[in-house]
RNA sequence: GGCGACAUGGCCGAGUGGCUAGGCAGAGGUCUGCAAAACCUCGUACGGCGGUUCGAAUCCGCCUGUCGCCUCCA
């Protein structure tokens, strides 16, 4: 589907809308970001480069995004029930360390890991726990309002008050009742009903005061009120993986608009899966590859390490709203495609403008912007970009380099570099000091001595050799050129 | 049990009521001392069975299969 102007597939109608902020030209964005008690793995890599590329693209067509993404510090039971253990409680103790350790110790790993796969940072950041104050009194509204009610220091939120539970994840909450395994607390007026606060006993080691006693807040009070604090009561887009849908984003929009009286998010946005080997992977699981672990390669599922980018690329060749399955022969796939992106890329940027035909900029621009129009898909803005770069090094390699080469590299930029964020990685590397494409220039120099005396051993030993190094010589008609890997 | 998604050529993976997605792998060719790279050419796919239609892989129904949510998870 062409379209002219952004469309976004909203979950809250289940079809692509036409993308029209609240406040043009500001946009509020804001994603639920990692309970930070472990590694970041693959599903995380997901979530937060589709929505990086949200980001970018809406940057791209001039809107000012203010982005923000939680970090929880605090809470979420482990396992079953509502009586399980606070996460980074248990963490802590397995750890024998603060609580305050192990989330200072994750968020401190997770941004490392983003920062590694070109995930912009979010403008705020905000922590759970340092918006007690905030939960406390918005749970104090939802009570005076009758959405929620104290129950001997636990309090819930009354989902029968609120006659539009259920409009996102589109559940009968009436007959999803049974069957459900969910343990229901025994003081719940209802067992659809879920907690605000929770009462905290002597050895819980989180906790705050507030007016129902000692105790720590629910699980999804902190994205309404951290949400509301930073972009309004009302907002333009709440990202979040699949598996939030429901409870986790039901109860965010139930709690925020009881308490406001005002629409919370207008465009809801869920990116899909990710699987291993076409298996569910997650923390509960055990089967989830720490990203740290894909980039070292450390780890007894892998071969060999994968470079963030190509993982960033990976990912991106496919649509956020699909799953996406991970194997290695699907990365060596997507790595040998991103190193040819690469090397058209440089002989782009090494290209002198030509006398060749002016290349057509605006064509492309208009079939990028197409493609991404419809709902963000990066998969193919990729194949727009090979078949246009392919075009171009056509020309460049006819020694026909368009005249418009210059334009066209800023566009190259902006698109690649800014929008995807799979520009080649820096020249400061190992083979582009000086002392390196020096001594590979002498190579060359001794090898091209050798050949003119068809002392060929020779010759394909010097060849050979670099390989193995990383250097692949390349003759050619105006003499021998090489890259590095 | 309830709800939902998906099934595309050797692999990954977009999309669509009639027109080549793209990538990877593979085959042949040009070039080359030989390679590599580059360039040219090549694959006519859409789970099964019915239906709607001039025409469907694309719409509808049924079936089969895979996966997800319903319980912490991106």
């Not at 309404?224 to 965010?252: A, R, W």
């Not at 690329?313 to 956020?320: E, K, R």
């Not at 171009?392 to 964020?421: C, M």
């Amino acid at each position: 589907m062409a379209e002219q102007k952004l469309h976004v597939y909203n979950t809250l109608t289940r079809e692509k809308e036409l993308f029209e902020p609240l406040n043009p030209p500001f946009v509020g964005m804001y994603v639920c970001g990692p309970t930070v008690y472990g590694d970041a793995h693959l599903g995380h890599a997901k979530s937060y480069v589709s929505f990086d590329v949200v980001l970018r693209y809406l940057r791209y067509l001039g809107f000012n995004v203010r982005y923000v993404q939680n970090i929880t510090d605090v809470g979420h039971l482990v396992g079953d029930g509502e009586e399980g253990e606070d996460k980074l409680a248990k963490k802590a103790r397995l750890e024998q360390v603060d609580p305050m350790q192990v989330a200072e110790k994750y968020t401190y790993t997770y941004f490392r890991d983003m920062d590694a796969l070109n995930v912009l940072r979010p403008d705020i950041a905000p922590r759970a726990t340092g918006h007690i104050p905030e939960q406390i009194a918005m749970i104090k509204t939802l009570i005076k309002k009758g959405h929620a009610y104290n129950s001997d220091g636990n309090v819930y939120f009354d989902v029968s008050s609120d006659p539009d539970y259920g409009k996102l994840s589109g559940r009968n909450v009436e007959e999803s009742e049974s069957g459900t395994r969910v343990e229901t607390a025994s003081d719940k007026k209802d067992p659809k009903d879920f907690a605000l606060w929770k009462k905290a006993d002597g050895e819980h080691l989180m906790k705050w005061d507030s007016p129902w006693g000692v105790g720590y807040p629910g699980w999804h009070i902190e994205c309404s009120v951290m949400s509301t604090k930073y972009l309004g009561e009302s907002f333009d887009i709440h990202g979040g993986g699949l598996e939030n849908q429901f409870p986790h984003h039901e109860c965010e929009i139930a709690q925020s608009e009881c308490a406001h009286d005002a629409q919370f998010v207008k465009y809801w946005m869920h990116n899909n899966m990710v699987t291993l080997e076409g298996q569910k992977m997650g923390k509960s699981l055990g089967n989830a590859i720490n990203l740290e672990q894909f980039f070292t390669g450390k780890h007894d599922l892998l071969t060999r390490s994968w470079d963030p980018q190509v993982i960033r690329f990976f990912l991106l060749q496919s649509h956020y709203r699909s799953t996406t399955d991970f194997s290695e022969d699907a990365l060596e796939a997507a790595e040998t495609g991103l190193k040819n992106l690469h090397s058209m890329i440089t002989s782009i940027e090494k290209a002198e403008p030509g006398n060749g035909e002016t290349f057509d900029i605006e064509g492309f621009k208009v079939s990028f912007e197409e493609v991404m129009n419809d709902d963000f898909n990066s998969a193919q803005a990729i194949a727009v970009l090979f078949e246009n770069l392919k075009e171009i090094r056509k020309q460049i390699t006819a020694n026909q380099a368009p005249s418009n080469l210059g334009e066209l590299r800023i566009f190259l930029h902006t698109v690649i570099e800014e929008v995807l964020g799979i520009w080649p990685n820096g020249e400061g590397g190992p083979g582009n000091s000086e002392l390196t494409s020096g001594l590979v220039e002498l190579f060359i120099e001794i090898r091209k001595e050798a050949r003119a005396n068809k002392d060929f051993a020779l010759s394909d030993k010097i060849r050979d050799d670099l390989k193995e190094l990383g250097v692949q010589l390349m003759d050619g008609k105006d003499g021998t050129t090489f890259s590095i890997d």
